[in-house]
């Protein structure tokens, strides 16, 4: 029944994109290292970012294993696997992520001794690597496991019934996808925010030396953050994005399979065409990625990455629309909500360009508030992050809103209204997913150009080459706070798509198709236990990010103690005849990450499960206040969750480019300048660690309900 000629795209693009991935990394090998000096710099950088990178997977695999050993106890041992496997591939692309940045950040900068060309596809290639490999890995998994599972492993393999089961047990994949994730994000988050707080407050405000200056006993630990938290935690990010998405998807289009199935033409393609979709996706990255180049070298560089951007945008829009076409019965209307994604990406990059850069009156307003010292920097930090929320909002309402209309006017003579409307949703998630690839290419670009401009400056290179690198690490910090915004968008889009997959999974269990569950159930607030879930939900959120903001905090005070006792003590260091200790400051962040990250990592997974499980036993006689209780909190904290990462993720950007914007005017040493970096560090913990971990919370939430909802619904 799977026999479709169009579902060879899914191993093809796959394999195409490791392919792919593997030249590039092959390309920038080549590549020289530049001098003896610059060498050095990288080598330390490298050992610091795989150390820790390695003490790191050991914490995560060791709860990987304890909770996959405890899932194919009490739940399923196929799921087991699934979630062990999910982990995996989750710090897989993680890894892949950091090796080729820590190879690529020395390879950019000699290449910027030479030209800017050279070293913006040095450095874009090198980001490049991580986004295919996320992609391509991310599509070959779920889709390996979806076809050995119904082929072989589940009950009624090879039936109609083998497809549900595979997919429902499938589930385990994003779930280990989200929970590996969630460690990766949050651990390099605290790594290199503690790191940047405590380089910046001492080395630039106290000592008044320059950003990645080499007395800076703190600098190497900064430039191994820049890899830690920005390449291996955001791979490992939209892995699990778009796993948890493919299969969100899948399950949704197996009620309009079923559908299909009952009035005598059945459509295997409903469900195949996430996966088809991903792998077209993948394939449109791969030219828009080598399209990338300067058409001379006073050009912008910001230019050529969007017409990069844009050739993928269109060439993912002509491949979703002939996958509708051949896969969905041509219901084009699907195209339309495809399309709606596509704009959705686009407006949210644009969004969050005008409040994280430096042209625009929301940074520019900050600086201004800067002069008038530090506490007015944060009041009006504070107030711009949390006016970024509105528009952000009422664009993606407006996606939501316009792809559920739209997909239930697909819905035949008015039955399953709702499944269709669902599915345009999720047709809407998957446009917007389709340039995932490329976005995380811009994204492992930002680190990969911020360690070439350290190791330029503290290899002591002529200034020419510095002002190359100082070009490419601008526009890199703009595409991090994009992709940011980005991550943030497709979030909240697939927790919605996930939010059906789980009651379709009640369903399941209880017996009965979505619809008739939908027509007879609604998550009642009015029950005060189902209030109570709710308000949990939204505190979860809460206490989640002040455990990571403080953290940072704790980490960084370390951090500051260090440097300045260095200072104080060896005196040559600042006049530049005595050796920092870059070491101890390198062991400082990472203890502080690796013992940080793990209650805020348990509790997502802990929380949902003892709502669920208390309330089925607490309430016996109506196991329906089980269900909305978790339905409540799940809402709630996906709603909480999408408001606060964008308040956190915007409000730190527009910080730290208004620090940057107060450099660029020359006023570097003034009190206006400190407040601009006071500003910076108090948004550092909000931008690079609490807020990007929330995008893995909410999908995480949701796959834990998915995977353990066997515990609490009957």
Same mark, same amino acid.
């Given at each position: 029944m799977l026999d479709d000629p169009l579902y060879l795209t899914i191993p093809i693009a796959g394999l195409i994109g490791l392919a792919f991935a593997g030249y590039l990394t092959w390309w920038i090998l080549r590549?020289?290292?530049?001098? &003896?000096?610059?060498?050095?710099?990288?080598?330390?950088?490298?050992?610091?970012?795989?150390?820790?990178?390695?003490?790191?997977?050991?914490?995560?695999?060791?709860?990987?294993?304890?909770?996959?050993?405890?899932?194919?106890?009490?739940?399923?041992?196929?799921?087991?696997?699934?979630?062990?496997?999910?982990?995996?591939?989750?710090?897989? /692309?993680?890894?892949?992520?950091? *090796?080729?940045?820590?190879? /690529?950040?020395?390879? #950019?900068? /000699?290449?910027?001794?030479? #030209? =800017?060309?050279?070293?913006l596809l040095t450095s874009f290639r090198g980001g490049a690597v991580s986004g295919i490999a996320v992609v391509a890995l991310s599509l070959l998994g779920v889709a390996s496991i979806f076809y050995v599972y119904q082929g072989w492993l589940v009950p009624g393999a090879g039936t109609d019934e083998g497809f549900r089961q595979a997919l429902?047990?499938?589930?385990? *994949?994003?779930?280990?996808?989200?929970?590996?994730?969630?460690?990766?994000? =949050?651990?390099?988050?605290? *790594?290199?925010?503690?790191?940047?707080?405590?380089?910046?407050?001492?080395?630039?405000?106290?000592?008044?030396? &320059?950003?990645?200056? &080499?007395?800076?006993?703190?600098?190497?630990?900064?430039?191994?953050?820049?890899?830690?938290?920005?390449?291996?935690?955001?791979?490992?990010?939209?892995?699990?994005?778009?796993?948890a998405e493919n299969i969100g998807a899948m399950i949704l289009g197996l009620a309009i399979y079923a559908y299909s199935v009952s009035i005598g033409h059945p459509n295997t393609g409903w469900f195949m065409f996430p996966l088809v979709v991903r792998g077209f996706g993948l394939l449109a990255g791969l030219v828009?990625?080598? #399209?990338?180049?300067?058409?001379?070298?006073?050009?912008?560089?910001?230019?050529?990455?969007?017409?990069? *951007?844009?050739?993928?945008?269109?060439?993912?829009?002509?491949?979703?629309?002939?996958?509708?076409d051949q896969l969905l019965e041509g219901e084009i209307i699907f195209f339309y909500c495809g399309l709606i994604g596509i704009v959705l990406s686009i407006v949210i990059v644009y969004i969050t360009q005008y409040y994280t850069a430096g042209e625009y009156r929301p940074v520019r307003e900050i600086a201004k508030a800067s002069e008038t010292g530090p506490a007015t920097n944060i009041i009006t930090g504070i107030s711009i992050g949390m006016e970024t929320t509105a528009a952000s909002v009422v664009a993606i309402a407006a996606a939501l809103i316009g792809s559920y209309v739209l997909g239930t006017t697909a819905a035949p003579n008015g039955d399953y209204e709702f499944i269709y409307g669902l599915y345009g949703t999720a047709a809407a998630t998957m446009g917007m997913l389709a340039t995932c690839a490329f976005v995380l290419a811009e994204d492992t670009f930002g680190p990969i150009t911020d360690n070439a401009g350290g190791i330029v400056e503290m290899s002591g290179q002529p200034e020419e080459v510095r002002v190359r690198t100082d070009r490419l690490d601008a526009i890199g910090n703009t595409t991090k706070a994009l992709t940011k915004g980005y991550a943030m968008g497709a979030a909240a889009l697939a927790a919605y798509l996930l939010f059906g997959a789980f009651f379709e999974k009640v369903a399941e269990i209880r017996g009965v198709d979505l619809i008739t569950f939908y027509e007879g159930f609604t998550v009642d607030l009015m029950q005060p236990a189902v209030f109570v879930a709710a308000m949990i939900g939204a505190m979860l959120v809460y206490l989640f990010a002040s455990l990571a903001i403080r953290a940072v905090g704790k980490a960084a005070g370390d951090m500051i103690s260090e440097v300045r006792r260095q200072f104080r003590e060896k005196p040559g260091i600042l006049a530049g005849t005595e050796k920092p200790d870059y070491a101890t400051c390198v062991d400082i962040s990472t203890k502080g990450a690796l013992k940080a990250m793990i209650l805020p990592g348990i509790l997502p997974v802990v929380v949902p499960v003892i709502i669920g499980v208390g309330y089925r036993f607490a309430f016996p006689e109506n196991n329906d206040i089980a269900v909305m209780g978790v339905g409540a909190f799940l809402m709630v904290a996906t709603i909480s969750g999408v408001l606060m990462a964008l308040f956190l993720n915007n409000g730190g950007g527009a910080w730290d480019n208004a620090k940057k914007y107060i450099e660029s005017r020359g006023l570097k040493g003034t009190p206006q300048h400190a407040a601009g970096v006071v500003g910076d560090t108090v948004g550092d913990p909000f931008k690079d660690t609490a807020g990007p971990s929330l995008h893995v919370l909410v999908k995480l939430l949701s796959t834990i309900t998915l995977v353990f909802a066997v515990l609490f619904v009957v």
């Open positions: 590549k020289d290292t530049g001098t &003896p000096e610059m060498k050095s710099i990288s080598d330390a950088i490298r050992e610091g970012a795989m150390a820790y990178l390695a003490r790191q997977y050991k914490t995560i695999a060791i709860f990987s294993i304890i909770l996959g050993v405890l899932i194919a106890i009490g739940i399923n041992w196929l799921t087991g696997v699934a979630f062990l496997l999910g982990a995996f591939f989750s710090a897989l /692309s993680g890894y892949i992520g950091m *090796y080729v940045s820590v190879s /690529s950040n020395i390879r #950019t900068a /000699s290449a910027a001794r030479r #030209t =800017l060309n050279e070293a429902f047990l499938g589930v385990g *994949y994003a779930f280990g996808a989200s929970f590996a994730a969630l460690f990766a994000q =949050l651990g390099g988050g605290i *790594y290199t925010k503690a790191a940047d707080v405590g380089a910046d407050l001492v080395g630039k405000v106290e000592a008044g030396i &320059p950003e990645d200056d &080499p007395r800076n006993p703190a600098v190497i630990a900064d430039l191994v953050g820049d890899n830690v938290g920005d390449c291996a935690g955001r791979g490992a990010d939209l892995f699990e994005s778009t796993a828009g990625i080598m #399209t990338v180049r300067l058409r001379n070298e006073e050009e912008n560089p910001m230019k050529a990455l969007n017409r990069g *951007y844009y050739i993928t945008c269109v060439l993912a829009a002509l491949l979703f629309y002939f996958a509708v």
